[in-house]
């Protein structure tokens, strides 16, 4: 195999990378989409009997669509993952000194260390 195969493979292939990312990003997108059954259908035999011209009509069609979907999904995830630290973390106050109150009245911790507790939550 000489260089001139080698690179030609190599931009071959790398073409044929990019335009599988593109297609199941597209059939990602179907999935995700508010249509009806039969709409979602419609574009999956598209895209299976004529892929190229079928990609090219979606991203121009529906391309603003699955940037807000995108958009959206992105937002919920860090709405998610807030939501989540909050409640691992517990940077409340009032959720530390629950906790704290809780663990004073199962005798896991003494009077001075729920103080302790309660004062460091209260300050911070």
Same mark, same amino acid.
């Given at each position: 195999?000489?260089?001139?195969d /080698? =690179?030609?493979? &190599? *931009?071959? #292939?790398?073409?044929?990378?990019?335009?599988?990312?593109?297609?199941? +990003?597209?059939?990602?997108?179907?999935?995700?989409?508010?249509?009806?059954g039969?709409?979602?259908?419609? /574009? =999956?035999?598209? &895209? *299976?009997? #004529?892929?190229?011209i079928?990609?090219?009509?979606?991203?121009?069609? +529906?391309?603003?669509?699955?940037?807000?979907?995108?958009?959206?999904?992105?937002?919920?995830?860090?709405?998610?993952?807030?939501?989540?630290?909050?409640?691992?973390?517990?940077?409340?106050s009032?959720?530390?000194?629950?906790?704290?109150?809780?663990?004073?009245?199962?005798?896991?911790?003494?009077?001075?260390?729920?103080?302790?507790?309660?004062?460091?939550?209260?300050?911070?």
């Amino acid at each position: 195999m000489t260089l001139t195969d /080698w =690179l030609w493979w &190599l *931009l071959a #292939f790398f073409f044929l990378v990019i335009y599988f990312m593109m297609l199941f +990003r597209i059939i990602i997108d179907v999935f995700r989409a508010d249509d009806s059954g039969w709409v979602k259908a419609a /574009w =999956l035999i598209a &895209l *299976l009997f #004529f892929p190229l011209i079928t990609m090219l009509i979606y991203v121009i069609a +529906r391309g603003k669509d699955m940037a807000k979907r995108d958009v959206q999904q992105y937002q919920q995830m860090q709405a998610d993952q807030a939501d989540y630290i909050r409640s691992v973390a517990g940077n409340d106050s009032a959720t530390q000194i629950k906790q704290a109150h809780d663990l004073l009245t199962s005798g896991a911790i003494t009077q001075a260390e729920f103080d302790a507790i309660k004062a460091k939550a209260l300050a911070g």
